[in-house]
């Protein structure tokens, strides 16, 4: 079979989309609208290429560049998302996408080339063992998705419950923005812009779904979740010392589920979270088993993988020193970082 490879244009989102709700590899991270948030936020170049067969798309491929003096120069699918590479209904159609990915990582004269997949399609390639994700389904029953939650953390999210918390979704990013920005400063993150945020929203609407858990009219912690097919993926939240105290995020995480299961989701994603880290161990204790994640980089100009990860010993003096930043100054400078990292 004869395939064509062409670059999505304007007039092209509805049939890309169209694609990636029909096919079982596609994620939401793979839907159009991320084009336009990496290149008008971040500013980075992106093709996303398509292959197709007699005028019908059969494997899509989403690529950015980010070219960092501190961090290298990179091609991957895709940047600031858990999962990417290349989604096919055919062998055919993938090898061509694959292999004009490679050509382009080359002429780009990127260090790698990065592909994001649930699971790893080139074994041949380098890895790193640093991620796990974690995937569950969920039953229709609410109370049947409360009793699998361990008995420790099930006793959590009760006593959340019992604080006398409410969750309510919000149709703006302020309230989130202040409880995730204070979360991401006390782990020595760098923090993405508000504009980030908003294009989200506008880029996918209903579908990014803000929620906020409230005690006397005060969030004190909220979540942005994004909604796909029949999953929920509760992506970016925060909360301070309140929601610490009252088990709030606990609250807030059954809150996301109990109104997944009423908007109709099936599975539950926790997203991503690198070994030994507190992340990792708040997702295996909601019941959560995790899913090692095998990214494939291939190496191009680059003569080994860099180490940009908050594990690395030699981040963690920074890490201790952003921590030490007042909250304004490390908001107004980590945009202007983590735009570079992806």
Same mark, same amino acid.
């Given at each position: 079979?004869?395939?064509?490879?062409?670059?999505?244009?304007?007039?092209?989102?509805?049939?890309? #989309?169209?694609?990636?709700?029909?096919?079982?590899?596609?994620?939401?991270?793979?839907?159009?609208?991320?084009?336009?948030?990496?290149?008008?936020?971040?500013?980075?170049?992106?093709?996303?290429?398509?292959?197709?067969?007699?005028?019908?798309?059969? $494997?899509?491929?989403?690529?950015?560049?980010?070219?960092?003096?501190?961090?290298?120069?990179?091609?991957?699918? =895709?940047?600031?998302?858990?999962?990417?590479?290349?989604?096919?209904?055919? #062998?055919? $159609?993938?090898?061509?996408?694959?292999?004009?990915?490679?050509? =382009?990582?080359?002429?780009?004269?990127?260090?790698?080339?990065?592909?994001?997949?649930?699971?790893?399609?080139?074994?041949?390639?380098?890895?790193?063992? =640093?991620?796990?994700?974690?995937?569950?389904?969920?039953?229709?029953?609410?109370?049947?998705?409360? =009793? $699998?939650?361990?008995?420790?953390?099930?006793? *959590?999210?009760?006593?959340? *419950?019992?604080?006398?918390?409410?969750?309510?979704?919000?149709?703006?990013?302020?309230?989130?923005? #202040?409880?995730?920005? $204070?979360?991401?400063?006390?782990?020595?993150?760098?923090?993405?812009?508000?504009?980030?945020?908003?294009?989200?929203?506008?880029?996918?609407?209903?579908?990014?779904?803000?929620?906020?858990?409230?005690?006397?009219?005060?969030?004190?912690?909220?979540? *942005?979740?994004?909604?796909?097919?029949?999953?929920?993926?509760?992506?970016?939240?925060?909360?301070? #010392?309140?929601?610490?105290?009252?088990?709030?995020?606990?609250?807030?995480?059954?809150?996301? *589920?109990?109104?997944?299961?009423?908007?109709?989701?099936?599975?539950?994603?926790?997203?991503?979270?690198?070994?030994?880290?507190?992340?990792?161990?708040?997702?295996?204790?909601?019941?959560?088993?995790?899913?090692?994640?095998?990214?494939?980089?291939?190496?191009?100009?680059?003569?080994?993988?860099?180490?940009?990860?908050?594990?690395?010993?030699?981040?963690?003096?920074?890490?201790?020193?952003?921590?030490?930043?007042?909250?304004?100054?490390?908001?107004?400078?980590?945009?202007?970082?983590?735009?570079?990292?992806?």
């Amino acid at each position: 079979m004869q395939w064509s490879v062409a670059q999505l244009g304007t007039h092209d989102h509805a049939r890309w #989309d169209a694609f990636v709700q029909r096919c079982p590899s596609a994620t939401f991270f793979h839907r159009a609208g991320w084009q336009q948030v990496i290149e008008d936020v971040f500013g980075h170049p992106t093709w996303y290429l398509y292959a197709e067969s007699a005028g019908q798309i059969q $494997a899509i491929l989403p690529l950015a560049q980010i070219n960092s003096r501190l961090f290298g120069n990179t091609l991957c699918s =895709l940047p600031f998302c858990v999962y990417g590479g290349i989604a096919a209904l055919e #062998d055919g $159609a993938a090898a061509e996408l694959d292999h004009a990915a490679q050509q =382009l990582a080359r002429r780009l004269r990127v260090d790698h080339l990065e592909y994001r997949h649930q699971q790893s399609i080139h074994a041949d390639w380098l890895h790193k063992d =640093l991620y796990a994700t974690f995937r569950k389904p969920l039953s229709p029953d609410h109370e049947q998705n409360l =009793l $699998a939650i361990p008995r420790k953390q099930r006793a *959590m999210v009760r006593k959340g *419950m019992a604080a006398g918390m409410g969750s309510v979704i919000d149709a703006e990013t302020d309230r989130f923005y #202040d409880n995730y920005a $204070a979360s991401v400063h006390r782990l020595g993150t760098p923090v993405f812009s508000r504009r980030y945020f908003r294009a989200l929203q506008q880029a996918f609407g209903d579908d990014c779904e803000i929620l906020s858990v409230q005690q006397n009219g005060k969030a004190i912690c909220s979540v *942005m979740s994004f909604h796909f097919r029949d999953e929920v993926l509760p992506y970016y939240g925060g909360g301070g #010392d309140a929601a610490r105290a009252l088990a709030g995020n606990d609250f807030m995480y059954w809150e996301v *589920m109990r109104r997944a299961v009423e908007r109709g989701r099936r599975l539950f994603d926790f997203g991503r979270s690198k070994y030994g880290t507190g992340s990792f161990a708040f997702k295996k204790n909601w019941g959560f088993a995790p899913q090692p994640l095998r990214y494939d980089y291939q190496l191009h100009r680059g003569k080994k993988l860099a180490d940009v990860q908050p594990l690395n010993p030699r981040l963690q003096l920074l890490i201790r020193a952003w921590r030490l930043l007042p909250l304004p100054v490390a908001n107004a400078l980590g945009p202007h970082i983590v735009r570079q990292l992806g």
